[in-house]
C-alpha cells in the first residue's frame, strides 16, 4: 500500500521539485534567496559555510506546495462555477490520471530539473523544461481566478472588450525584448573583446617581461630595479593574463605605478621613473634606434627579439613626465614593450568596469523579464477563462445559476455567525446565571 501511494505522488513530487529548483535559481539571481549557509560554533562564532541548494530550496518548495493545495479547491469551485458537479468530475480526471498512471507504469519521466546549478548566477534561467510546471500554475491560477471574478461579480461581453484593451498591447512588449536583447548581446560581445584584449596584452608582455629576466640573469644584473621587477612582476600579469573580467577589474592595479609595485608593495615615483629609463636603456641596447635628424629615425629590423607591439595591445602614450622615454615608442620595434600596454592596461579598467556593470544589469533584466512572463502566464489564464465563460454561455445564464459561489460564501458565513452569536449569548446567560443566581441559592442555605 505505500508503495501505491508513493507511486501515485511521484509524478506531483517531481513536478513540484523541478519547479522548485528554477523558481530558486531565478530568485538566487536577484538576491531574494541565497544557498549560502554559514557554521557557528557554541558562543556563536562563525568557523565556516558551504553552499547547499538542496537545503535552501526548501522553503521555496514549501511554499509551493502551500500554493498547490489552494489552487486545487480553487479550480475545483471554478470547474464547478462553469459545469456544475460535471465540470467537476472534469477536473479531477486529469488531476489524477498523471498519479493513476504513474502507479501503471505508463507515465513517462519528466526530468524537470536544470542541468546546472549557479550559485549567485545572475542571468542564469535554469530549465526551459522546469519553466513548464511555473507556466502551468500561473496560467491555472489565472483561469479559475478570472472565472470567479467574471461569475461572482456579475460581468458582461463589456467586460471581454475591456480587457482585450489590456491584452493586445502585451505583444508589443516583445519589440522592446528585442532591443535590450540586441543591445545586452553588443555589450556582452564588446566586454569579451575587451577582456580577451586585455589577457593578449599581459600575455605578449609576460613573454618579454620572462625574456627580460633571462637577460638579467645571464649578465648579472639582479640588483638592477626593473629586473628585480622584471621577476616579481611575472606572478601579476600571469593572473591578469588568466583571470576573466572580474579578476581585473577587482584586483588589477588602477594606475601603471601599480603594476610597478610587485606583490602589492609600496613604490616611490622616483623608483618607477628608474625601472622606466633602465627598460629604456635596454631596449636602445637590444634594439636601437638610429637617428638621421630630429623627425627621421629608423628602427631595428624585425627578429624575436625586436618586435612591433600589438596595436591593441600597445594603443596608449608612454606615461610622463616628458623624457623619460620617446614618445613614439609605440611605433618602434622594442625588446620589451611595457612603456605602452601598461598605461594600456591601466587605462582598461574604468572602461572595462563600465561595460561589466552593464552586462551585470543585462544578466539582473533577464531575472526579472523571466519574471514577467509568470506575470503573462497569469494574463493568459484569464484570457483562456474569458473564452471559456463565452464558450459555456455564462452571460446568458438566469441570476439564480450565476453567483453561487458567492451566494454558498454568504450562506456559510451568516450561519457561523449565528453559530458565534448563539455561543456569546450562552456564555453570557451563563455568567449571569453564575453572577446572579447562585449566591441568592447560598444565602438561603
Not at 533584466?365 to 523571466?370: I, T
Not at 446567560?429 to 441568592?440: E, L, S
Request: glycine share 6%.
Amino acid at each position: 500500500m505505500t508503495i501505491s501511494i508513493a507511486s501515485f505522488f511521484h509524478p506531483y513530487s517531481k513536478f513540484l521539485h523541478g519547479a522548485t529548483y528554477n523558481l530558486h535559481q531565478i530568485l538566487e539571481g536577484l538576491g531574494v534567496v541565497s544557498s549560502s549557509f554559514t557554521e557557528r560554533d557554541d558562543t556563536g562564532k562563525i568557523i565556516g559555510g558551504y553552499w547547499s541548494p538542496d537545503e535552501a530550496m526548501v522553503i521555496t518548495l514549501i511554499y509551493l506546495v502551500m500554493l498547490s493545495l489552494l489552487l486545487i479547491p480553487l479550480l475545483a469551485t471554478a470547474a464547478y462555477t462553469v459545469g456544475k458537479k460535471r465540470g467537476v468530475l472534469i477536473f479531477f480526471a486529469p488531476l489524477f490520471l498523471p498519479g493513476v498512471l504513474n502507479c501503471l507504469g505508463l507515465f513517462p519521466t519528466i526530468n524537470y530539473l536544470p542541468i546546472r546549478y549557479t550559485i549567485h548566477g545572475v542571468g542564469k534561467l535554469g530549465s526551459e523544461v522546469g519553466l513548464i510546471p511555473l507556466l502551468m500554475m500561473c496560467a491555472i491560477t489565472g483561469w479559475a481566478a478570472m472565472v470567479l471574478v467574471y461569475d461572482n461579480l456579475n460581468l458582461t461581453e463589456r467586460f471581454r472588450q475591456i480587457y482585450d484593451h489590456f491584452w493586445f498591447p502585451l505583444a508589443l512588449v516583445a519589440a522592446v525584448f528585442f532591443v535590450a536583447d540586441n543591445g545586452a548581446h553588443e555589450d556582452a560581445a564588446m566586454l569579451e573583446g575587451e577582456t580577451a584584449n586585455i589577457q593578449n596584452a599581459s600575455g605578449y608582455l609576460l613573454s618579454q617581461i620572462r625574456r627580460y629576466d633571462d637577460y638579467c640573469k645571464a649578465n648579472g644584473l639582479d640588483n638592477l630595479k626593473s629586473c628585480r621587477w622584471s621577476r616579481d612582476s611575472q606572478w601579476t600579469f600571469t593572473q591578469i593574463k588568466e583571470g576573466d573580467a572580474g579578476y581585473f577589474i577587482e584586483f588589477a592595479p588602477g594606475d601603471s605605478k601599480g603594476f610597478y609595485s610587485a606583490s602589492g608593495r609600496t613604490i616611490s615615483d622616483e623608483d618607477v621613473i628608474a625601472i622606466r629609463k633602465e627598460i629604456s636603456e635596454y631596449n636602445q641596447r637590444l634594439c636601437p634606434v638610429k637617428y638621421f635628424s630630429h623627425d627621421i629615425s629608423q628602427s631595428s629590423p624585425l627578429s624575436s627579439t625586436c618586435e612591433y607591439a600589438p596595436l591593441r595591445s600597445c594603443s596608449a602614450k608612454p606615461d610622463g613626465p616628458p623624457g623619460v622615454v620617446d614618445d613614439r615608442i609605440v611605433s618602434r620595434t622594442v625588446a620589451l614593450a611595457s612603456e605602452c600596454i601598461i598605461p594600456r592596461l591601466a587605462a582598461s579598467k574604468p572602461s572595462l568596469k563600465q561595460l561589466s556593470a552593464l552586462v551585470s544589469q543585462h544578466d539582473k533584466a533577464k531575472n526579472h523579464r523571466w519574471l514577467y512572463f509568470l506575470a503573462v502566464a497569469v494574463a493568459v489564464g484569464a484570457k483562456v477563462a474569458l473564452a471559456t465563460t463565452k464558450l459555456c454561455l455564462m452571460d446568458t445564464r438566469p441570476a439564480a445559476d450565476r453567483r453561487r459561489v458567492l451566494r454558498a460564501t454568504r450562506h456559510r458565513l451568516g450561519q457561523c455567525a449565528r453559530v458565534l452569536k448563539r455561543l456569546l449569548v450562552g456564555s453570557g446567560q451563563r455568567a449571569w446565571f453564575a453572577a446572579t443566581r447562585v449566591p441568592k441559592l447560598f444565602k438561603r442555605v
